[in-house]
């Protein structure tokens, strides 16, 4: 593997800065394709990036018992997602990081700033927060394994845990149809709309107390810190829709060493995303938000869509 | 091309057969329900007239037209308008737990497979793998109608049950004759008429076309 | 000269005992046993660990004791395996010891003296049953260990409910130490022979080995806490002292494991695959039952206790995957399983203990144990508080910690067993991985309640404001554990390199990930799959850092404080914040089946409202009443016997003895 090699070294970074530059894009345009189609007038492309901005000047408002923990967070939480955004395939499958985490490690690192972010909700100890908390662990706890399961299908069919060999796998051997990644891929929007905090599970621009999660859990943070909760939120969606991406579309991604291919790659994602976008905002703008008691069942039934899509494979294609 | 592709798009239709089995399972509307049952029987279409060209077998053509005249076209239509009838629209069946009916029904997958493994292994054919996605989807259509209460869905259970039963035809042996499958056509447009008659008398007997209300018929 | 590595031990072992002699000269004395012995205890421990790392790449090396009964010596041998098991021992009784010294108290119950007897006895007791090499000496070893830790657990023998969890405890520790006895018989195959060498020897057939098997999954299984055997558990742990708590939790169940690996790996040796599913089918209903009970816990150290059963629960489940593979003979794949099961038997015991150890240090300064009543600790305890939220995450399996690493191995290996050669097999087991990813999320769930509602937010008490942070010992022993919890996450493929020769003795394979460079994690091949906690670790580190740096560097850093917002809501008081029972509350209701629920809800019309619920395990009821109920029936009969006349039971005497004398010759 390349791991040592400079250009290798200079293409991640490269990858991993414009990931995170560009991930507010992505809900812009998801935002923008909403307001298109429920008849409202847009906002910007680069709206987030004016709320950032505005966020980042903002002093910070800090509850008198904020702990450490509350302060820091953000700054993990930020960290986590901007590695998780280097390290999913997105353009090309050969960067260093990529055998430093396998699709396992990606799922505790989303985990991981999961955790960070519940107990931020519970530190100033109030009642919206903790319920917060609450509400983002149930979805959490049943999507995790939804998506693990996902993405072990995809691991048996290619033999490897390794995002980069699942992805080559799936790209680049000869065009196989396999029939489980049609429960996966099933399973697999399902869990996205969960984890990132979308109608029917929960709605990114409510502001009703009762019925929000991931606004519910961030209530207290203001500033800065809520510019970096915010943009790793943005980091999430483009995260989540590069590794749909990679596993149902994987076509077009470089190979190893192809550096013409790369080029190519970068529109291509940048298409796929476009798509991917306006989807996602016709899925929201066509259902509606679920009562949180139908959250487990939706989310069991995607987990169960998962267990099923394993089965599947294991029985059609031959283990 | 297709020679290739061919028989892994009939897995295909088989995973996406199973997947509306499934769906059809945990639907709780009916208008969902007669939605699903068509698409249900277009994937069936699809792969008959598949299997059809793959073996050139000419006649398979004429059972993939019938059963989108019959499955996708005429008996979504009387479900339709039995709804209408029965003013049922907007019925919607108290399923208590999806997620223990959906294990219950990957169980049932991994029995059915296991059954079904000896006989796809005698059968010769290309598409032998998904003998025992039929034979699931035939078990999972019986556990609809024994988890419905509702006439209407107990009725859509048993037409997607022969659904099932028909792809097995196909996948394992490339199809029946002819005059049996017309024959069997009949018999579910009959047996659908039949149902929805019977329909009709148990409403107007019980004001509802919920079958618990059958329980009174019994002696005491 | 060379000291011999197992006389070593034995020595050891001596010390501890002799400490705890020491401790009974003046058992009043706190000074004597909290500054002196408890450390030293430490320090006995610390080379324990040492002789353990040393002589994990030794040959055997087997001794005769000139102790025992005459014919019957005691045989003691130093093994990999044995040797694995003293260094968990070792390294983690250090680090408990040192906690004790700092957190032994002039209580009501046990005086301390007394206490550092039982604790060192125990521990001894431990290292024992770990070289012992004939079914004599590991009994003896074994019912010690069982005895000590029951008298620690009823240290506070004041309150009729810890005397109740205490004779729970011993009942099952007895059920099972029958069955262990009753194994080793299976074993000797009537040769009388009660050395481990001798059933080495032996080779049992199918039906004696199955049998064996059987009963050491009883015994063992009973000492360890699984389903169904489990119910001692959560009521041991939470009345024992903290460090005692940890102490059993962290090695006495690991004990058992190793009793399991050298009964079915060495002594049988060549097990059936069908064990495997046995196995693994308890492993993972112990770690789905003890995840969601753990769930719905109110009082911490349930909480944590319930958590244990999970986790050995995984640790089950890697170990029917290891007989599994071993029964088909894969065996690198065996070897995999292996290194995952020894893996998180290691890291259970350095987060547990920590956990365990935390909440040892809340209950001091705070005087309780219910979690609604805490709260807002970080504050106030900021290095508990800190050493816990890495337990937390250790054990909540998340990267780059140490419960991450074994929870990937264990899922690589699980992702290998569509290749199982058996129709149904091959179907199951990788769905059951499913169940191994919903433990670990749910793990992450009642981490976040654990450590939310006890360090986090307000406190729910006015008393807390008084709580006060570990002392220095205590500090130390945290921070010990903690530190070992991340290098052990850090660190796998050393890590790795020490688990070697044991997979090689028992499977007689190495996952050789050694291969691969010290960085990345590799087990089998690189391209399958990979894993870098180090890499990953400094990058997320290093992202985290120039994140903070450049929103220092191009905005100002203004902070101002004010009152909570909570959506502008004024009256808001401690009280609102989740109870412990509201953030289990999701998981009650996802998990119904599960519980057995007694609830009362108030009516609209209460003038004094009041909610009260109470879940309960279904087993008590499925099980463990009606298994009660028939043997008081059973005994009832048995009273017909007793006549309170002397020459009615001299006569059952001495028709007892003429029938021997009649029929046995």
């Keep these: 593997m390349s791991a040592g090699s400079i250009p290798g070294l200079v293409a991640q970074l490269a990858v991993l800065a414009a990931a995170v530059l560009l ?15 429920q008849n409202r007038s847009a906002p910007g492309l680069l709206q987030p990036y004016r709320v950032l901005t505005k966020l980042f000047n903002k002093e910070v408002v800090l509850a008198h018992n904020a702990s450490p923990l509350f302060r820091s967070a953000p700054y993990v939480i930020f960290g986590c997602l901007a590695l998780a955004a280097a390290i999913v395939p997105k353009v090309g499958t050969d960067l260093p990081l990529n055998a430093a985490a396998d699709a396992i490690a990606l799922v505790g690192l989303l985990a991981l700033a999961r955790l960070f972010i519940a107990l931020a909700g519970m530190d100033i100890g109030t009642a919206f927060g903790t319920l917060g908390a609450r509400r983002e662990m149930l979805v959490g706890f049943l999507a995790e394994p939804a998506l693990l399961m996902v993405l072990f299908t995809a691991s048996l069919i290619s033999h490897s845990t390794s995002l980069a060999t699942i992805v080559q796998t799936l790209a680049h051997r000869e065009l196989v149809i396999y029939p489980s990644m049609a429960f996966a891929g099933v399973a697999f929007t399902m869990v996205s709309l969960a984890e990132n905090a979308r109608i029917p599970i929960d709605n990114p621009s409510t502001h009703l107390e009762l019925t929000m999660i991931h606004e519910a859990m961030v209530l207290e943070y203001s500033g800065r810190h809520l510019a970096l909760i915010e943009w790793a939120a943005s980091l999430k969606l483009f995260v989540y829709s590069c590794m749909g991406l990679a596993l149902f579309f994987p076509f077009g991604v470089a190979e190893r060493g192809d550096w013409v291919g790369l080029l190519v790659a970068m529109p291509v994602l940048a298409v796929k995303l476009a798509v991917g976008g306006f989807l996602l905002a016709l899925i929201e703008t066509l259902s509606a938000k679920m009562r949180i008691f139908r959250a487990p069942e939706f989310l069991a039934t995607a987990f169960l869509l998962a267990v099923l899509a394993m089965l599947v494979h294991v029985l059609l294609e031959g283990g | 091309m297709l020679q290739h592709y061919g028989p892994q798009l009939i897995n295909l239709f088989a995973a996406v057969l199973l997947l509306l089995s499934f769906a059809m399972l945990t639907q709780r509307r009916i208008m969902s329900l007669i939605n699903l049952f068509a698409a249900q029987g277009l994937v069936l279409c699809l792969s008959t007239a598949l299997v059809a060209w793959l073996t050139g077998q000419t006649h398979l053509y004429g059972s993939a037209a019938l059963t989108l005249a019959l499955k996708v076209v005429a008996l ?38 296991n059954l079904a493994l000896p006989i796809s292994q ?99 | 000269m060379e000291i011999a590595p197992l006389q070593a031990v034995l020595a050891a072992a001596a010390a501890w005992l002799l400490i705890g002699v020491a401790g009974l000269l003046r058992p009043e004395s706190l000074a004597l046993s909290a500054r002196a012995l408890f450390p030293a205890g430490a320090l006995v421990g610390l080379v324990v660990a040492v002789i353990g790392f040393t002589s994990l790449f030794r040959a055997p090396q087997a001794l005769v004791l000139p102790l025992g009964l005459p014919d019957l010596p005691f045989h003691a041998r130093l093994d990999a395996l044995s040797a694995f098991f003293l260094l968990l021992l070792g390294a983690v009784a250090s680090g408990i010891s040192l906690f004790a010294s700092g957190y032994l108290r002039q209580g009501e119950g046990t005086p301390p003296g007394l206490q550092c007897a039982y604790f060192h006895v125990f521990l001894a007791s431990m290292a024992l049953v770990l070289v012992a090499d004939d079914a004599y000496f590991f009994m003896v070893a074994w019912e010690t260990m069982a005895l000590s830790s029951f008298f620690l657990v009823t240290s506070d023998h004041r309150h009729a409910e810890i005397r109740r969890a205490g004779y729970l405890y011993l009942l099952i520790a007895h059920i099972g130490a029958i069955a262990i006895l009753l194994c080793f018989g299976a074993l000797q195959a009537g040769t009388g022979d ?25 015994g063992f299984g009973a000492k360890a806490g699984i389903v169904p055997l489990h119910v001692w558990l959560p009521e041991a742990h939470p009345a024992a002292p903290s460090p005692v708590s940890a102490l ?22 060549f097990p059936l695959w069908w064990w495997g599913v046995i196995a693994l089918a308890l492993g993972l209903v112990s770690a789905v039952g003890g995840i969601v009970y753990a769930a719905v816990q109110t009082d911490m150290k349930r909480l944590l206790a319930y958590s244990s059963i999970e986790n050995i629960g995984l640790i089950f489940a890697g170990f029917g995957l290891t007989l599994l593979f071993r029964g088909f003979g894969m065996g690198t794949l065996a070897a995999l399983a292996l290194t995952a099961t020894l893996y998180h038997c290691l890291n259970h015991a350095f987060f547990k203990s920590l956990l365990f150890l935390a909440t040892g240090s809340v209950l001091h300064a705070t005087r309780e144990r219910s979690l609604g009543k805490l709260g807002g600790l970080i504050h106030r305890m900021p290095w508990v508080a800190w050493c816990a939220l890495v337990g937390s ?211 609209p019309f209460d003038a004094h409202p009041e909610f009260r619920e109470k879940h309960e395990d279904r087993l008590w009821y499925w099980l463990y009443l009606p298994v009660a109920r028939a043997a008081d029936a059973v005994t009832t009969l048995v009273t017909v016997l007793q006549r309170g006349r002397i020459s009615v039971y001299l006569t059952y005497s001495f028709v007892t003895l003429l029938v021997l004398l009649l029929f046995v010759r």
């Design chain 2, 76 to 113: 979504p239509w009387i479900l339709h308008m039995l709804i209408r009838r029965l003013n049922v629209k907007w019925d919607v069946e108290t399923l208590i737990n999806i997620p223990t009916m959906m294990l219950v029904g990957i169980v049932l997958v991994i029995l059915a497979f």
């Design chain 3, 248 to 269: 059993m939790s962290a090695v006495m169940l690991k004990t058992a494991v190793y009793g399991l690996l050298r009964v079915t790996l060495d002594l049988i040796a």
């Design chain 1, 23 to 37: 991930a507010p894009m992505l809900s812009g345009w998801v935002n923008q394709c909403r307001a298109w189609l």
């Design chain 3, 393 to 603: 995450i250790a054990i909540a399996g998340l990267p780059p910690l140490n419960g991450f690493v074994s929870e990937w191995l264990l899922l690589q290996a699980f992702l290998f067993t569509p290749g199982l050669p058996q129709g149904y097999l091959n179907m199951l087991v990788p769905v059951a991985a499913t169940l191994v990813a919903l433990t670990a999320a749910l793990s992450g769930y009642v981490m976040v309640k654990f450590y939310g509602v006890v360090f986090l937010g307000q406190p729910r008490e006015a008393k807390l404001a008084e709580a006060h942070d570990a002392g220095l010992w205590e500090r130390a022993a945290l921070a010990w554990l903690a530190a070992m919890c991340i290098a052990l996450g850090l660190a796998p493929v050393t890590v790795i390199g020490l688990l070697e020769p044991i997979t090689h003795m028992l499977t007689g394979y190495g996952i050789g990930s050694a291969a691969q460079g010290w960085l990345f994690l590799a087990p089998l091949q690189p391209e399958r799959a990979s894993y870098s906690p180090l890499l990953f670790f400094a990058v997320t580190a290093l992202l985290v850092a120039l994140t903070w740096l450049s929103v220092r560097l191009f905005y100002h850093g203004r902070v101002r404080r004010a009152p909570p917002w909570d959506c502008g809501f004024p009256y808001q008081d401690a009280r609102m914040q989740d109870s412990a029972e509201g953030f289990g509350q999701p998981v009650r209701q996802v998990f119904e089946p599960f519980f057995r629920i007694e609830q009362q809800a108030p009516t």
């Design chain 3, 194 to 218: 009660y050395t481990f060498a001798n059933m080495r020897e032996l080779q049992p057939g199918a039906g004696v080995a199955t049998a064996a098997f059987l009963l050491a999954l009883v």
């Design chain 2, 122 to 220: 005698l059968a010769g054919t290309v598409t032998r793998s998904t003998l025992g996605i039929a034979l699931a989807s035939v078990l999972l259509s019986f556990l609809m109608m024994i988890t419905r209460s509702k006439a209407v869905p107990q009725v859509i259970g048993f037409l997607s049950m022969e659904n099932g039963l028909f792809f097995a035809a196909t996948g394992a042996v490339y199809g029946m004759p002819m005059v049996v499958e017309l024959g069997v056509a009949l018999d579910v447009l009959v047996g659908a008429l039949i149902l929805g008659i019977f329909m009709f008398q148990i409403r107007e007997r019980f004001d509802s076309v919920d079958t618990r209300h059958l329980e009174k018929l019994k002696e005491h």
